[in-house]
Every structure is written in C-alpha cells, then in structure tokens.
C-alpha cells in the first residue's frame, strides 16, 4: 500500500544534517509498514529491524545503557549484521523502552551516518514518562530534545486512497483543481463515489487494504470493529486510573452522538451528570495524545492573531479516521453506497472528514461563531487573513459570511460540499467539491491563496 509519507522518508534520508527519525502516529496507521516495507526493504534491500514490544532481552540490555556503541556491538552480536551507513537502523514501539528514545541522543552525536528510525506512540510514552516521575526521578528518562527529526503518519487521506485504488482519477482530480476548472460531470459523479467509499471505509490501512482486495464493505466494517475494539482496550493498557479509563471511553464512544446534536460543542454534563469538562482533562489529554481524537477550539467575533481559542473548554472533539467515524455513528453502509440515500446524511460525517483532512497537513482546528446563529466549521491563517471554511451537504447561505466579515476583514471564503468546483467573484466564494479538500489542505498548509495561485 503506497503512503505519501515515503517521500518524507526519503527527503529525510537525503538530508545533509540529518537526525535520527521518529515516526509518531495513532495504533495501526502503518507506521511499521512504512518503515520496513516501503522505505528499507525498496531503498535499501535489508535492514535491522528491533521489536521492542516483543523483544524482551534487548529492551532489558537496553534498559541499563544509554551509550550508542554498546548499543551498536549488542545489536551485531544480537542479529548478526554489520550496522552501516546503508542498513537501517529499526526500533519499533519505542515508547516500550524510553531509554531508547534518550539513547537517540548519543546516536546523532557518535554516529551521524546511520540511518536509524524509531516508530511510537506519544500518549503512551507521556503516561509512562509521568508514572516513573511518580515512582522515582531515576528512572525518568530525558526526551532527546534537538535531537531528533520527525513525522507523524495519520490514517490514509482520501488522496492516498485514490493513489491506492484510482490513479487516473486522482491525477484528473489534482489537473482540474490546479487549473481551477472543475471536472466533466460524469468524472465529477465518479469522483463522489469514490469519496462516499472513503467515508464508510476510511483511512486505517488495514480497512482498506481489506476492502480494495475483496470489495465487501462487511469485510471491511470487521476490520473497523476490531481497531475500534483495540482502541478502547488501549485504554484500558494504558490509562493510570479505572477512573481515567472509564472517563476517556465514555468521551470516545460519544463523539458522534455529540457532534450529531444542534449545539456541536462537546458537553460531558450530557453523558456524565454533575460533571463538566475540567473533571475529564485526563481524558482529553489521553485521545489527543493517541491521535485518535482531534480536538477544534472556538473563536468568536473578531478573529485575531495567533489563533486562540475564545473560551477555555469550550471545544468539539472529532475522531481521526471517516471509517471509525462512519462505524461508531452506527449508519448502515448502504447510505454511502447507494446514491439516493447519501441525501439521509448528516452534514457531520463531511464535517469528520474535514477535520481529519486538515490535521494530516498539519493545519490547527478552530470553529467560528457569531452570536447563536451565525457559525463556520473551520477556520484557517491564510496570508494574514481568517480565511472561513463552510462545511455543508449542499447549498448553504450567506448569512454566516455576512456576519463574519463584519467583525473581520475581508477574504476568501470557502464551502465545501457535494457540488462541483467553482468561484463566486462577487462573494469572493470558492466551492471545493468534498473529494478535492486534501488539494486545499495541501495548499492552505504552504499558505498559498487557493483562489489567486
């Protein structure tokens, strides 16, 4: 399965000051895959690949060392290879042996010409950071702060899908934005189809790799079920207190339910009576730093700079992946593949998939309102402008815009929508069709205007 994040792999590989590499994403978003099938074994042929999970005699060795060539001669002796410049250097689930992370450090400074990558998870590596902070100072560990380069691999976009099952469309899609025009009618309903699959099945690779190889969206909504159910007993592996465990899922379970409801805004007093958003912070922290939540913080009024939100716990919480989004909000798979049913849709499975889209590229979520009628699902810096972003199944209005561009000045406004590509000049409103946001997340994270290029 192709990631776009191979080219990241191979520009840090070319770099001349290059750091040792580590890979950070959410469970099951490819991070090993990435790593050993598509960028050691085609640029390379072989490579040392060290489990940490599994490998419980090297993370022991590791555990009482920091010095990068003990590390090195125990590796030799371990897996009988000559590390070199031109074998990779692969200690996966990091966050299993944090020294290994700090040892990172002696790396960059002893042993600059290896290539060595760590894959891991933050949120586990932050929990056992502070829980041998708890039991004594000596055994903390020290994060390799300068030290190190990194990439976080989110779940596919929808244009890594297309790379993965459509190439021709995918191209087609890329040409008519670039040249601002918008696609032939019938690519236009081809194009939709295939990002009404990505919505039902997502972007956890093992979905699709499932549902491109058999086509079944049965098979596919079992794989889903089966991260789901890992995610949730995650939770239960990783969070200090049955407490924490009980809060984050409850959080985690509700987000459709929250985002489905009139005021989107994400109120714990409606799944936990008596209780608000300060007494579930631990909950918070945990999904966003397993990157399997992202949260949008709320402007109001006249936006100013830097993006700040506008009250402290007033947020909406969206999940990282359209499948798991789809497969939590219980809908049949029928109304993704069935035309005449996507109009049963609720506008928050495009607003999901918007967020998602815009956190791949690195791009911060915040919302607008104005006043209790007036509201815009992102917001975005763009040349230095509050640049709106209309999130809507169909046709919206203009009231919101209006309301918005009194209290701020004037800039291009976004919707995003199932209609084809176009630009209102009068507005200054730019229509993107839904499968063409990863094109204006793209563009939006350079900072280029995605009206004047």
Not at 63 to 77: F, G, K, P, V
Not at 145 to 172: K, Q
Not at 262 to 274: A, L, W
Not at 394 to 417: D, E, M, Q, V, Y
């Amino acid at each position: 399965m192709e990631r776009i994040a191979l080219q990241e792999l191979k520009n840090w590989y070319t770099k001349k000051r290059r750091k040792p590499l580590v890979i950070w994403g959410a469970r099951q978003v490819g991070k090993t895959y990435l790593v050993k099938n598509l960028f050691a074994k085609r640029e390379f042929g072989d490579f040392v690949y060290i489990d940490l999970k599994k490998d419980k005699d090297a993370c022991s060795f590791f555990r009482t060392n920091s010095d990068a060539e003990r590390y090195l001669q125990y590796i030799e002796a371990r897996y009988g290879k000559k590390i070199s410049p031109t074998l990779p250097l692969i200690f996966d689930e990091v966050q299993q042996c944090s020294s290994v992370l700090t040892a990172l450090k002696y790396f960059k400074q002893d042993y600059a010409d290896l290539p060595v990558i760590a894959t891991g998870s933050m949120v586990r590596l932050a929990l056992q950071h502070d829980e041998n902070k708890k039991k004594s100072q000596e055994n903390d560990f020290l994060f390799p702060v300068g030290a190190i380069d990194s990439i976080h691999v989110f779940p596919l976009t929808f244009e890594e899908y297309l790379l993965n099952s459509n190439m021709v469309l995918l191209e087609r899609i890329k040409t008519a934005y670039s040249s601002g025009k918008s696609l032939e009618q019938y690519e236009h309903e081809l194009a939709l189809d295939a990002m009404y699959e990505y919505l039902s099945v997502g972007g956890m690779p093992e979905a699709v790799n499932i549902f491109l190889e058999e086509k079944s969206y049965v098979d596919a909504k079992a794989a889903l079920k089966e991260i789901y159910d890992n995610y949730l007993a995650d939770m239960d592996t990783y969070n200090v207190s049955p407490e924490t465990i009980l809060k984050t899922r409850n959080v985690y379970r509700n987000i459709f339910a929250q985002l489905n409801k009139e005021n989107r805004n994400f109120k714990v007093s409606q799944i936990d009576k008596g209780k608000n958003n300060r007494d579930y912070f631990n909950a918070y922290q945990w999904l966003e730093l397993a990157r399997i939540v992202y949260r949008a913080h709320r402007l109001e009024g006249k936006v100013n700079f830097p993006l700040i939100e506008a009250e402290e716990g007033t947020f909406r919480l969206y999940l990282s992946d359209a499948g798991m989004f789809s497969y939590q909000s219980g809908t049949s798979q029928a109304d993704f593949f069935v035309r005449d049913k996507r109009n049963t849709l609720s506008g928050i499975f495009y607003e999901n998939y918007v967020a998602t889209e815009l956190t791949a590229k690195g791009i911060p979520l915040f919302y607008w309102t104005g006043g209790s009628s007036y509201e815009f699902e992102f917001i975005v810096q763009n040349g230095g402008l509050a640049l709106p972003i209309d999130v809507k199944r169909g046709n919206g209005k203009l009231n919101s815009l209006i309301a918005f561009r009194n209290n701020n000045p004037k800039s291009t406004a976004i919707k995003i929508s199932a209609n084809n590509y176009g630009y209102n000049e009068a507005n200054d409103l730019l229509t993107i069709p839904l499968y063409e946001v990863f094109m204006l997340a793209d563009d939006l994270s350079k900072g280029v205007n995605p009206v004047h290029k």
